[in-house]
């Protein structure tokens, strides 16, 4: 409903949508939120938000980084 499929018409993230829209019931139960959340639900790791407009590059590549090793 709501993710489109590229050009090379990969599916996997519209079956991905659906089948998490399954599980919570409804597309509209799974509009809007926060992508920690998404990420919760469907990896099983923790999350935050990051608000980048006081971010400059390197400082955020550096806290990106930082957060992989």
């Not at 599980?23 to 509209?28: E, M, N, S, V």
């Not at 990420?39 to 971010?55: I, P, V």
């Amino acid at each position: 409903m709501f993710t489109k499929t590229s050009l090379e018409k990969e599916w996997w993230p519209v079956l991905l949508e659906k089948a998490f829209a399954k599980l919570h019931g409804t597309y509209a139960a799974i509009e809007g939120g926060w992508m920690a959340d998404a990420g919760m639900a469907l990896m099983g790791t923790g999350g935050g938000n990051m608000y980048w407009s006081s971010e400059t590059a390197d400082s955020a590549w550096t806290k990106i980084t930082g957060w992989d090793s």
